[in-house]
């Protein structure tokens, strides 16, 4: 179908048969879906809208669900966006969204669906090969929508780039072996967090290139296995999963670490006032679980249980880059990635439980 099809409301609401908890899933058609990588917000701040990317035309587009209709709207028709599909970011005001496809930066208007060409990188490539860390290709947008951070390959290197997202101008402020997942801090446009190499994964950079640092040394000595980084906001605190033994947390102005969470917590997100996070959870797949950040216990409360296969055998084991890069079978829309809405009364995940990735959001009331 075009670019601009509307499709009627797929809505249907069914309750956790172990939890209790009223779940929402928003798509069904014969196809897989996921919304944003989690670290990554899947509605406007004003919730107008739920961006996800949909495969029911052949091929990954882009598309919004009208949260007051539930009618659901093709935004892209494009055949370039298959290596990009990770890189979509729904502005916080509601205006647009920004998505890389070719060796370009996009900014979609959500009114007019007009496509601009914001920046072209004439890139070796905008991501790594496999499906995993900056493989991925996911961008970041400053809270204010000002900056969008994007990196990308020249030759062997990788580059971080800041792009006005007005203007379109950009200064690379980066170079180096290896750069993968961005989040800006929620409380400073002017800091950022970036994934460096899968051994060395911790590290920080203020957005004009300076002060680039690495935030925390991996454990060597006891193969530790750092992932899935991501800020609390309100503390200037970055939480990263130490897996598969839980969350910890790391000052980035005093250095100071502190336990969150002990459990398997596996792809672990706060929400927007900074004092509970959600994490889906695997080998044992304990359900989608919620928890307290800053009482120090991080208490898991099962929320539901989303069923996916969350496939990637690799991280049913020790950590297994500690010899350099191997190929692993993890494709991402298995993988819940829950995340808060905004008001922090929803939490959205993908799950292939039907045998299609599709888009579900679990209302939280007391959980």
């Given at each position: 179908?075009?670019?601009?099809?509307?499709?009627?409301?797929?809505?249907?609401?069914?309750?956790?048969?172990?939890?209790?908890?009223?779940?929402?899933?928003?798509?069904?058609?014969?196809?897989?879906?996921?919304?944003?990588?989690?670290?990554?917000?899947?509605?406007?701040?004003?919730?107008?809208?739920?961006?996800?990317?949909?495969?029911?035309?052949?091929?990954?587009?882009?598309?919004?669900?009208?949260?007051?209709?539930?009618?659901?709207?093709?935004?892209?028709?494009?055949?370039?966006?298959?290596?990009?599909?990770?890189?979509?970011?729904?502005?916080?005001?509601?205006?647009?969204?920004?998505?890389?496809?070719?060796?370009?930066?996009?900014?979609?208007?959500?009114?007019?669906?007009?496509?601009?060409?914001?920046?072209?990188?004439?890139?070796?490539?905008?991501?790594?090969?496999?499906?995993?860390?900056?493989?991925?290709?996911?961008?970041?947008?400053?809270?204010?929508?000002?900056?969008?951070?994007?990196?990308?390959?020249?030759?062997?290197?990788?580059?971080?780039?800041?792009?006005?997202?007005?203007?379109?101008?950009?200064?690379?402020?980066?170079?180096?072996?290896?750069?993968?997942?961005?989040?800006?801090?929620?409380?400073?446009?002017?800091?950022?967090?970036?994934?460096?190499?899968?051994?060395?994964?911790?590290?920080?950079?203020?957005?004009?290139?300076?002060?680039?640092?690495?935030?925390?040394?991996?454990?060597?000595?006891?193969?530790?296995?750092?992932?899935?980084?991501?800020?609390?906001?309100?503390?200037?605190?970055?939480?990263?999963?130490?897996?598969?033994?839980?969350?910890?947390?790391?000052?980035?102005?005093?250095?100071?670490?502190?336990?969150?969470?002990?459990?398997?917590?596996?792809?672990?997100?706060?929400?927007?006032?900074?004092?509970?996070?959600v994490a889906d959870t695997n080998f044992p797949d304990i359900?989608?679980?919620?928890?307290?950040?800053?009482?120090?216990?991080?208490?898991?409360?099962?929320?539901?249980?989303?069923?996916?296969?969350?496939?990637?055998?690799?991280?049913?084991?020790?950590?297994?880059?500690?010899?350099?890069?191997?190929?692993?079978?993890?494709?991402?829309?298995?993988?819940?990635?829950?995340?808060?809405?905004?008001?922090?009364?929803?939490?959205?995940?993908?799950?292939?439980?039907?045998?299609?990735?599709?888009?579900?959001?679990?209302?939280?009331?007391?959980?």
């Amino acid at each position: 179908m075009a670019k601009g099809t509307v499709y009627g409301s797929e809505s249907r609401t069914f309750y956790d048969q172990r939890t209790g908890t009223q779940i929402r899933q928003v798509t069904t058609a014969s196809a897989h879906h996921h919304h944003p990588f989690f670290i990554i917000p899947a509605y406007d701040d004003a919730m107008q809208r739920l961006v996800f990317v949909s495969n029911r035309t052949g091929t990954p587009q882009i598309f919004a669900e009208e949260r007051a209709t539930g009618e659901l709207r093709q935004l892209t028709d494009r055949s370039d966006l298959a290596e990009s599909e990770w890189s979509v970011h729904p502005s916080h005001n509601g205006k647009a969204v920004f998505f890389t496809a070719g060796t370009s930066g996009w900014r979609l208007d959500l009114e007019t669906l007009e496509e601009r060409e914001l920046v072209n990188f004439t890139a070796t490539a905008m991501k790594d090969e496999g499906m995993v860390a900056s493989a991925m290709g996911t961008t970041a947008l400053s809270h204010d929508d000002k900056w969008w951070a994007i990196r990308f390959k020249i030759g062997k290197e990788s580059a971080l780039a800041i792009v006005d997202t007005d203007t379109g101008e950009h200064d690379i402020i980066l170079r180096r072996d290896s750069i993968a997942h961005l989040q800006f801090c929620p409380d400073d446009a002017n800091l950022l967090y970036y994934a460096g190499p899968l051994t060395d994964r911790v590290w920080v950079i203020h957005r004009d290139g300076s002060g680039n640092r690495r935030l925390y040394a991996r454990n060597v000595e006891k193969n530790e296995w750092i992932t899935h980084e991501t800020w609390i906001p309100g503390t200037r605190e970055l939480a990263f999963v130490d897996w598969p033994r839980g969350v910890r947390c790391i000052n980035v102005d005093t250095g100071a670490e502190r336990q969150v969470t002990t459990f398997n917590a596996w792809h672990a997100i706060s929400n927007p006032t900074g004092t509970r996070m959600v994490a889906d959870t695997n080998f044992p797949d304990i359900g989608i679980q919620i928890f307290d950040v800053l009482d120090g216990l991080g208490e898991p409360q099962t929320l539901c249980y989303p069923g996916a296969s969350s496939l990637g055998e690799h991280w049913n084991g020790p950590f297994p880059y500690a010899n350099g890069p191997v190929q692993v079978y993890a494709p991402q829309h298995t993988h819940p990635h829950p995340s808060f809405s905004p008001d922090g009364q929803h939490v959205v995940f993908t799950s292939d439980r039907s045998g299609y990735a599709q888009i579900y959001e679990a209302t939280i009331n007391n959980t």
